[in-house]
């Protein structure tokens, strides 16, 4: 019931913005552009009293004037007519309301009184709320971009994204959109919490088909117990990656400021996400560069790695990386070794990582790197590779297919690639195997924290799930 | 004496190459090209015995055929040739010599042989010697790039760069020039170190008028102890920021692969470090980012940081990024809170970091950040300010100009800044401002770890010394 009614608002069939406006850069005009921007399947219904059409859509006066039935409302008017509308949504019998506008908890007594008024609504009337004082939603399997924010077309993945704050989210949103590949599925921006919190949605994304993998951005808890519970379950079916922050003491004094998110002690909260299954990340890099591993790779079966660098100065860097954080270099096969040993020339030594200068100066990048790809992904011995990569002039991204091409061989072994070289090479580079759904990472070590979030993911999933992989992004 | 003779291998006022090659692709014929194409302002000597002319330049039979003196001579001729042609430098009184060309100790005992008489002869004869094998050396103040890869023009700068290897010097170059605006003043990559080493370069550069500071990529110590004590001189001058690889098992068992380098106990390399006043990094990223921040602002009196974000969680986030690090969020004097609370709304609480919310909504992003910077500069208890942006479509990196402008009034204090938001604009942005000497990291942690590297470089700089940032890039 509870999880159905969550439902509504990533999957509405028909959606009321109460405060739909035609001044573009106000809140009511673009939360509008991004719905018809993104194609919404649903049925789209505007309420402005003082509007009789906005962006070619016909506005009603007020939501009881809407002729049919309407699944989710989303109020982008001041504060305090908020009150009012709420008792119409209630009679209109609409079950999901997103209540973008601020002025609440967040303001101090008086917004504070005026929250617990319109929580007492939706009690009543069986009315579940997100926010106030957020900027919305994205649901990517309804096509649907409830945000206040100028975003554009939100491409479609696997990867559900619950942040603290709908500005966090949304920036966030922007970021991957503009210089990442991979897609998103659903994607709340919680606010104040009056309602719905973390814990609601993510029993909802634990049962939802349109999402593989779950990241989380925290600053306080509402219930840190009832969230432990559930991501207890859900963690042994999708990852759950999560960046807590205020865990220092300035930290936990803005945190304070801003969500009013009471101090934590940061080793509690390390060991309860533990008991959780949560894998904690304490960058905000790291929490993007999780769900593009998490959107286009399984999660390794085990933490031993073999890595191709292309010199031996990056092959020592790559054993510092995998070694400092919880990897283990893999000791390959005698019969992997043979193979490459067979390409490379005999004054450097094969060993993993694997200096692959020799190979290179003698067969070429794609010729050596193919083959010490595929032994490696052969050998038993070996959870998963990463690629370095240096690109300057002599290779050219589209070269590069046979990576996807010998990742579509071993399935379950996850491939990460990162490139030094030409800057520009790498963006492109990285677009082009992005759109074959192998991740790129800047220089050198993010590849690596990359893989450990993996593998520390896969720890937590159940053995006899279904296997992760099966749902790509 | 040895200072002087180091200096030939920078500013040479002729270079030879014994090697020279009319066939691209071949590293005799692009390190001519490189020279060419940075336009050396030297005298060019090529060596070829089977060519007349390359790449327009006559070509000599041998080095003593060379009508004038030669200060430096580059080898890329194969190993079993060098003897005789060192020899040939030696009746020509070339006093500094770059072999790049492998082959010696790194393949074995043979190899080790060959590179004991080079070294013999080297020292009979008064001769330097680089590598062998190694790519070379970029210099460019004399506009000087004898690198064995095609690197095209490189950037003058301030930043000067020691690198174990010259694979590593070299690509870690490309990825400066076509991803940073950053420029470079000398650079070398020391291969076997057969007679150079890092403390040699080191002592040149701490008297280098165009070096403002050394970042160096180290794998093994050829003597210690030498390079702590001329460290320990040079980094009273000048921040040194090094790259320790082999910090790990696996780490050491791969750097012995490569440069035969000996393992060393980390924590014992953690305290020489100290002691000699070089600020360690672990990661490649780091390194780069560190010569980001030294080539283009000062180092900062201490360790208080104000910090202006765009939300009330990148406040929580850049809180913890700085505390975490050895950072310190400066407490506000009144009247700089008051200043910023002037241009907010009443109900977001303004303290540092400060969340800029409610004054862009007010005043715009210009205006408000333009108002935060001068009352946070302004402020005595701040030592340093983080910028921290969302930039989507409303504000167009050319509007960021004020940033500079502000930092120029107040040249002491260090101006970082990081971006999120829409990616290709802040690759824009990241060039509009590096241009201007404003550094710009991605989001969002970077920023606080480059300037906590620029803050333990300051605290090793002697109070006396000339103000370190006289010598902008």
Redesign the interface.
Known sequence: MVIENIGKFFDPESIAIIGASRTPGKAGYEIVRNILDNGFKGKIFLVNPHAKEILGIKAYPSVKEIPCTVDLAVLTIPAEATTEALKDCAERKIEAVVIAS??YA???EA?MKLQTEILRIAEESGIRIIGPNTSGIISTPSKLTASL??LGKIRRGSISYI???G??AT??M??IM???EFGISRVVGLGNKCDVDDADVLEFLGEDAETKAIIM?V?GFKDARKLIEVAKKVSKKKPIVA?K???????M???F???ASMASNDSLVDAAFKQAGIVRV????ELINAAKALAFQPVPKGNKVAVLA???????????A???IGL??ARLSEETLLRIRNISTS?I?I?N?V?M?GAVQTSGVEASYRIGMEAALSDRNVDAIVLIL?I??EIRPRSLGFIDEISQRHKTKPVLVTI???????EKAKRVLGKRGIPVF?????AFVALSILYRCGQNLRQDSAPFAALQS
């Open positions: 601020g002025g967040e303001i101090g917004g924010f100028p942040a603290q704050t500005n966090f920036h966030t922007k970021w503009t210089g990442e951005y600053e960046l922050a205020g865990r220092t003491a300035s930290g004094q803005s945190a400021s801003h969500t304490h960058k905000y890099s292309p010199s031996g100065a990056m092959a020592v860097i790559a054993a510092d995998c070694e400092s283990k270099i004054w030594a060993r990582p200096d200068w240096v300057t002039r030094t070289g030409d800057k520009q090479l790498y800047p220089p050198i070590e993010d």
